[in-house]
């Protein structure tokens, strides 16, 4: 991939490095070329697929390097290049590869990935807005694979990929307006176990959430909008416990 500062210096990311097994962003300032951060280039142990840029000039990357939660799972990330060197941005365990990433006019950071769930077959792509360091899921499942994403000056958020209409001809997905938060289960449970929803994020009061398990509501609660999806296992209310949508 490449991007460009404000000062006319250009960047290439991908599959080089000057350590074994490493990768590493080179810069180019019209003369020569110079690795970032080469001496923490063990931050990229894969492959960097897209790197971006915000208006401030600070650099971004993602891809498929990881940090290992533990024997049998792995969490990829986006980070963001300090003067320390790079630093890991928003502390969002994401379960599968980043395919791009970009920026809005106020600088806050968009992934677009996938979550895989191989036991359902789940391949549904989504886009994660980090907004001021904290992050949101949102805008919804998209239509298909998505390969890149980008921004205009108005805010809006496009994405391009393996998208499809109904007539089977493709076309470019874009997603208007403020994004949502989103929650959704990963696995049966109740509502108030961390271990029932994406990354350990319990719905806070006014979510909108995306049940895709059975899920036991054992707390009252209070959510803007309640998605089940079809095919999904039972939503049960325990005796006593109230939900509100609103």
């Given at each position: 991939?490449?991007a460009m500062d404000s000062q006319?210096n250009?960047?290439?990311?991908?599959?080089?490095?000057?350590l074994?097994?490493?990768?590493n962003?080179?810069k180019?300032?019209?003369?020569t070329?110079s690795?970032?951060?080469?001496?923490d280039?063990?931050?990229?142990n894969g492959?960097?697929r897209d790197?971006c840029?915000d208006?401030?000039?600070?650099?971004y990357a993602?891809g498929e390097?990881?940090?290992?939660?533990n024997l049998s799972?792995v969490?990829?990330y986006?980070?963001?290049?300090?003067d320390?060197g790079?630093?890991?941005f928003?502390?969002?365990?994401i379960?599968?590869?980043?395919?791009s990433?970009c920026?809005d006019?106020?600088?806050n950071?968009?992934?677009?990935?996938r979550?895989?769930?191989?036991t359902?077959?789940d391949?549904?792509?989504?886009?994660?807005?980090?907004?001021?360091?904290t992050?949101k899921?949102g805008g919804?499942?998209a239509?298909?694979?998505?390969?890149q994403?980008?921004?205009?000056?108005?805010?809006n958020l496009y994405?391009a990929g393996?998208?499809r209409?109904n007539?089977?001809?493709?076309y470019?997905?874009?997603f208007?307006?403020?994004?949502?938060?989103?929650?959704?289960?990963?696995q049966?449970?109740?509502?108030s176990?961390?271990?029932t929803?994406?990354?350990?994020l319990v719905?806070?009061?006014g979510a909108h959430?995306?049940v895709r398990?059975?899920l036991?509501?054992?707390?009252?609660v209070?959510?803007?909008?309640?998605t089940v999806?079809p095919?999904?296992?039972?939503?049960?209310?325990?005796?006593g416990?109230?939900?509100v949508?609103?």
């Amino acid at each position: 991939d490449l991007a460009m500062d404000s000062q006319g210096n250009l960047y290439a990311a991908g599959g080089f490095g000057n350590l074994p097994g490493k990768r590493n962003i080179l810069k180019f300032n019209g003369a020569t070329w110079s690795g970032l951060a080469a001496n923490d280039s063990s931050t990229f142990n894969g492959f960097i697929r897209d790197i971006c840029i915000d208006k401030d000039d600070s650099i971004y990357a993602a891809g498929e390097f990881y940090i290992n939660v533990n024997l049998s799972s792995v969490r990829y990330y986006v980070v963001k290049l300090t003067d320390t060197g790079w630093v890991e941005f928003g502390h969002v365990g994401i379960p599968n590869s980043i395919q791009s990433i970009c920026a809005d006019t106020a600088t806050n950071i968009y992934a677009a990935t996938r979550y895989i769930n191989t036991t359902l077959q789940d391949y549904r792509s989504y886009i994660i807005k980090y907004d001021s360091a904290t992050y949101k899921l949102g805008g919804g499942d998209a239509p298909g694979y998505i390969s890149q994403i980008c921004t205009d000056l108005r805010g809006n958020l496009y994405a391009a990929g393996a998208f499809r209409d109904n007539t089977n001809n493709g076309y470019l997905a874009k997603f208007a307006g403020a994004y949502l938060a989103k929650y959704v289960t990963v696995q049966n449970g109740n509502w108030s176990d961390p271990a029932t929803w994406a990354y350990g994020l319990v719905p806070p009061t006014g979510a909108h959430v995306t049940v895709r398990h059975q899920l036991t509501i054992d707390v009252n609660v209070v959510c803007a909008s309640l998605t089940v999806d079809p095919g999904t296992p039972d939503v049960i209310v325990l005796p006593g416990v109230t939900v509100v949508i609103r």
